[in-house]
């Protein structure tokens, strides 16, 4: 499913729907998620190590070490990767849509209508996310609201949608608040909002 996704398409794409923004993880994060996975194999090779000494059988631990860490490591940056690359979400004038991966093979589709939508929430979920202007930008649906009532940040029920890693995510919260504001108060105006650009303010038009 995710194969049909590019930066003008996307499965499920409606005639004449326009695509206004294409949200992805932002390369930092999966720097940071490699980084974990490599922290990890060599944990396992230092501690198989350790292990071989302890019991004066060095050369097969580190073999064995040696491999596991490897293994540790290819696969891992291949799923990390994988799961980078089908994260995606679309901002179009008539809806918000997320392919979100759930396993090795399989995307998960999920898509609100802007009708749908009644709030729009943004945080970072670090202080090192928050400095580089990284963060989650979560879009709560009207049927959350009429069970739930307010939800607390990071809190996300089936119906919402909740996009990770993204840059600039305080501006791309208020361009979806813009968009709510004139989907539903000047609907007229719906054909003339321009796409949202991913940079500083200044260098957006």
């Known amino acids: 499913m995710s194969l049909h996704n590019t930066d003008t398409h996307f499965f499920g794409k409606q005639e ?10 932002h390369k930092i994060a999966l720097i940071f998620k490699l980084v ?3 922290t990890i194999a060599l944990a396992v090779f230092v501690a198989l190590t350790v292990l071989g000494t302890q019991l004066l059988s060095l050369g097969i631990f580190i073999i ?3 491999i596991l860490a ?3 490591a290819i696969f891992g940056t291949k799923i990390v990767t994988d799961y980078q690359k089908r994260d995606v979400a679309y901002i179009t004038d008539r809806r918000l849509v997320h392919f979100e991966p ?3 093979v399989a995307t998960n589709p999920r898509s609100l209508t802007w009708d749908e939508v009644v709030k729009v929430k943004t945080y970072p979920p670090n202080f090192i996310w928050k400095q580089m202007a990284i963060g989650t930008v979560e879009i709560h649906a009207r049927s959350t609201f009429k069970t739930y009532g ?3 940040l990071g809190t996300v029920t089936a119906d919402d949608i909740e996009i990770n ?3 600039f995510y305080k501006d791309l919260g208020n361009y979806i608040d813009k968009i709510l504001f004139i989907y539903k108060q000047r609907p007229k105006e719906m054909d003339d909002i321009r796409p949202f650009i991913s940079k500083p303010k200044g260098e957006r038009y």
């Open 16 to 25: 004449g729907e326009r695509i206004l923004f294409v949200a992805r993880p």
């Open 36 to 38: 974990k996975i490599y």
């Open 64 to 66: 064995v070490g040696t």
């Open 70 to 72: 490897l293994i540790i």
């Open 102 to 104: 759930t396993t090795l």
């Open 150 to 152: 307010e939800t607390p």
């Open 165 to 167: 890693d993204i840059y």
